[in-house]
């Protein structure tokens, strides 16, 4: 069975407190429960949880739907994204099949980074990393005003935005998440094609801003 990695790579620095970091978890326990629904995604959808503050951590790896079980997390620390990437990077090549003469490995993987501040680390170097793999699609959220959509933007060209971090907003990128999960999951279980634009993912809802 080819499998379709979905990493999420979400900040949970010091600024995520409180009610943001709260929505995370309960947007997670939403999407994990909407996706099991979904008889492709339950099919074919292997989703990954990888945290930032002062340090990357995978706290959830590559798990299928029916077994997922999410961690409790805690907003700390600084905002290391390079080292997130630099993460993400090495559970692709762990986790992910290769394709072979052999074998057809696994679907490219889909990555949701979703950050509300700057990095506070050498980004860059992780990024150099990142580019190397290869992703079917990668989308950066940036939550609330603190976040610089034009460093994410040299991340990926799929950008999104939230006006503020709140429990509401951060509940629709989720919702929207989870609905291009299940999109994706059906591409390539009916068409064996996979996802390489926004224009092919539900439209987002409207507290989430396309970055152009």
């Known amino acids: 069975m080819r499998r379709l990695p979905v990493y999420l790579v979400l900040d949970t620095s010091g600024s995520m407190t409180g009610e943001p970091i709260e929505a995370v978890k309960n947007g997670v326990q939403v999407m994990i429960s909407s996706l099991r629904q979904n008889p492709q995604a339950i099919e074919t959808a292997f989703i990954s949880i990888i945290t930032f503050d002062s340090e990357a951590k995978q706290v959830v790896p590559l798990t299928d739907l029916a077994s997922f079980q ?11 994204l390079g080292e ?113 634009g926004m224009g092919e993912l539900p439209p987002p809802p409207a507290e989430l801003n396309i970055v152009t």
């Open 84 to 196: 997130a990437l630099k993460l993400v990077s090495t559970c692709m090549d762990n986790e992910v099949t290769k394709t072979t003469a052999e074998q057809k490995g696994d679907w490219k993987p889909l990555v949701f980074i979703m950050t509300d501040g700057i990095p506070t680390d050498d980004w860059q170097i992780g990024l150099e990393e990142f580019r190397k793999r290869k992703t079917a699609f990668t989308v950066a959220c940036a939550a609330g005003s603190a976040a610089d959509s034009a460093l994410l933007k040299q991340i990926t060209e799929n950008v999104v935005s939230l006006d503020t971090a709140d429990s509401q907003s951060i509940a629709k990128f989720f919702t929207w998440v989870s609905a291009s999960i299940g999109v994706s999951s059906t591409k390539v279980e009916d068409g064996g094609q996979e996802v390489t």
């Open 70 to 80: 999410m961690v409790d997390i805690r907003a700390t620390g600084t905002t290391s």
